[in-house]
């Protein structure tokens, strides 16, 4: 597994905004896809991210992308990441 410092050239540009705190980024593997699991904390909620590379999803919808992750979540496309955000908890 590889920690927040080690992640892959494609993954290194992943932004974080200014008032979240990351616990935890790590590399997976989504059936065939590259992705990076994220542990959050932001404004006393605590959440996870899937985390892919737009390149590598290019031909799934909006959909298909939140099938392949099988979380109940949000779903946000950026620039070069999509993003989908699940388990959120109120400390």
Known sequence: MKTMTQLSEKFRGIPVDV?????????????????????WVWDGIYGESYIFFNEDIKDL????????????GTYKKIDRYTF????????
């Open 19 to 39: 008032d979240t705190r990351i616990r935890a980024r790590y590399e997976i593997k989504i059936g065939s896809y590259d992705a990076v699991h994220e542990k």
């Open 61 to 72: 919808s909006e959909a298909d992308v939140l099938k392949l992750s099988n979380k109940e």
């Open 84 to 91: 989908v955000n699940f388990n959120f908890e109120v400390s």
